[in-house]
């Protein structure tokens, strides 16, 4: 496979396109090393394997060099590939978050979890069967824990809010975070004179706004040079970013909280606004791009962050009775 997509960045840190959902820069699989040892952190899904795999070895590297596959969360385009993963790197040792790490070993519930809002239609394209880890083969870091890698050390954090099995990974050496879903996606498409556009991610199940606003703050106050987000690649200028994403949180709970009453119509009309709003913010930032060509862009991510609003709301309705 010789048209792997890959940027390598002047921290030493290289984004792998995963070509997840078969979209090109939508999900990326970083990959560190020092010396003879290397990570990597997020693997897409099952079809992501091979790409990665292609990768290393056009780095060089061997696949026994990999000493930790990384899984910043379970959500299946970042660990839906971790099974496959470990299969094909024998010595690496799967990191994982004490919430996430039963749903490596046995991944059943998280697949059932998946086809419930994606469908079986979309699971058999873009996920096929996940695959367990062997129990033995999987850590679990706490938070502050630190591994080893060559002479680095990673540190671990727990970062709820966008998902309560969530992660970020510190490199302590390099000062570069690798973030996960923690601190939102930014499209590298969206790049203007500004800088990178940064919106948040609320999908379902776990989207706690409160902790989702301290998670960006615990993160922004490490004053890293750069964070990698698997959606996608690197973002420097952190506390504009964060700024960005506080108000984008905020602007997500308005529209939520101003539908919440809607009934069978909440849905289309969180979407509505989500869609106007991300329309707007991009106005601001300076893209161009016609109407309907964001609407499709950003078609999945509304959908996904309407879902997961609307389970948000459903539980704070049921935390009031
Ligand atoms: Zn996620």
């Known amino acids: 496979m010789s048209d792997v997509t890959m940027i390598d960045y002047a921290s030493g840190v290289t984004a792998i396109d995963t070509r997840f959902a078969g979209t090109r820069m939508l999900a990326a699989c970083h990959l560190l090393r020092d010396g003879n040892e290397a990570a990597l952190v997020d693997v897409g899904s099952n079809f992501s394997v091979p790409v990665i795999l292609s990768a290393l070895a056009q780095k060089g590297l061997a696949r026994s060099q990999v000493r930790y596959v990384c899984v ?4 299946l385009d970042h660990a839906g ?9 024998p010595d690496a040792t799967l990191v994982v978050h004490p919430r996430g790490a039963r749903h490596m070993i046995d991944p059943s519930a998280l ?23 062997p129990e033995e083969r999987v850590h679990v870091v706490r938070d502050g824990d630190r591994l080893p890698l060559g002479q680095r050390m990673l540190q671990f954090l727990d970062t709820p809010g966008h998902a309560n099995h969530h992660y970020c990974m510190l490199d302590e050496a390099a000062d570069v975070v690798f973030s996960g879903d923690t601190f939102g996606v930014s499209y590298r498409d969206f790049d203007t004179e500004r800088g990178p556009f940064i919106m948040p991610t609320t999908s379902p199940v776990h989207f706690d706004p409160d902790a989702a606003h301290r998670s960006i703050d615990r993160l922004c106050a490490l004053d890293p040079a750069a964070i990698y987000l698997t959606h996608f690649g690197e973002v420097t200028g952190i506390p504009r970013l964060a700024d960005d994403l506080h ?13 919440a009453d809607a009934g069978d119509a909440r849905p289309q009309r969180i979407a509505g606004d989500l869609q106007d709003w991300f329309i707007g913010a991009l106005r601001m930032h300076g ?4 109407e309907r060509a964001i609407r499709k862009a950003l078609a999945l991510d509304v ?9 948000w709301l459903d539980r704070q309705a049921a935390s009031r009775q």
């Open 287 to 290: 893209v161009d791009w016609p």
């Open 72 to 75: 910043t969360h379970v959500h």
């Open 111 to 133: 697949y059932e979890g998946a086809r419930a809002v994606y469908g079986a239609e979309t699971m058999a394209r873009h996920y096929g069967e996940l695959i367990p880890v």
């Open 247 to 259: 108000a984008g949180l905020e602007a997500h709970v308005e529209i939520a909280r101003r539908h």
């Open 303 to 311: 959908q996904l962050n309407t879902q997961g609003l609307m389970v």
């Open 81 to 89: 590939g971790a099974g496959e993963m470990m299969r094909q790197l």
